[in-house]
């Protein structure tokens, strides 16, 4: 299965909830939704542009004396060497790490900080890099900008749960009579949508069903899928033939290290 599959696969509760939402602000603002459609649609089409990813990253070109610094730590990794050598750029955002585009490598002021005063190693960093290479055709690929652009309005929701996911009990919601319950609504509200042949709510709802039976697993083969990724791509560079560099290159930044990971990807 290729990573396209399975990535649109851990997208389908976002994509369920936001068909309804679309919906329903179809029907309530449409010439709004189509002007937002239309503004979607020329971001996808000029994805990943220069200026594209500007806007969404930010970033200003580096001194002369920090790019030398970088690239000096990425020249491990092939497709940074010579005429392909990038264009360095950092970032004040938080909610960037580090992001390899098509020409561009957007680095963090912290991490930048932390290369120039050797708290992060180079081979801490080209590791890092190179994972970031690794994924650098997830961030580029216009499926996946489309789907999140489609899920926007689901997205606040999802980063809800992440940060509320580690202070919730640990047994929360994953007793088998709550899965019972939750089940048993379903298919009461299905049968109901049946006898009222209320057919667009119907499918909506099997949708609703179906992702909340699969989102976790698919989550989990997701993300394994994506680590394999990266650390292809770390070993095709003759960084870490085993395992990743230890200490992790994250460690200097972040405390959580699923928060380390989602700094390489899409934010």
Not at 34 to 54: F, H, I, K, N
Not at 106 to 118: A, D, F, M, N, P
Not at 246 to 253: C, G, H, I, N, S
């Amino acid at each position: 299965m290729t990573w396209r599959a399975t990535w649109l696969r851990a997208q389908l509760a976002g994509i369920a909830v936001s068909c309804m939402v679309w919906l329903v602000l179809s029907a309530l603002e449409p010439n709004l939704v189509a002007l937002g459609w239309l503004a979607g649609a020329v971001v996808v089409a000029a994805w990943p542009t220069r200026l594209v990813l500007r806007l969404q990253y930010g970033g200003r070109p580096v001194t002369a004396n920090d790019r030398e610094t970088v690239l000096r730590a990425v020249a491990p990794i092939q497709s940074m060497r010579g005429r392909r050598e990038p264009e360095v750029w950092v970032s004040r955002r938080r909610s960037v790490g580090l992001i390899v585009g098509q020409h561009e490598l957007i680095v963090s002021e912290k991490l930048l900080k932390g290369l120039r005063t050797r708290r992060v190693s180079d081979l801490q960093f080209a590791t890092l890099t190179a994972r970031a290479v690794g994924v650098a055709a997830v961030n580029r690929s216009r499926l996946v900008a489309a789907v999140e652009l489609f899920c926007l309005l689901w997205s606040p929701v999802r980063r809800l749960g992440r940060h509320l996911q580690p202070k919730a009990p640990r047994r929360c919601f994953t007793t088998h009579i709550q899965r019972c319950v939750a089940g048993l609504v379903l298919v009461v509200a299905a049968m109901d949508l049946y006898q009222r042949a209320l057919w667009v709510s119907l499918v909506m709802v099997v949708l609703v069903g179906i992702a909340a039976v699969t989102t976790g697993r698919f989550n989990r083969a997701w993300a394994v899928r994506l680590t394999q990724i990266a650390e292809a791509e770390v070993r095709r560079s003759g960084l870490a033939p085993d395992e990743p560099a230890e200490p992790d290159p994250w460690a200097f930044l972040y405390d959580e290290r699923e928060r380390h990971r989602r700094r390489e990807v899409w934010p």
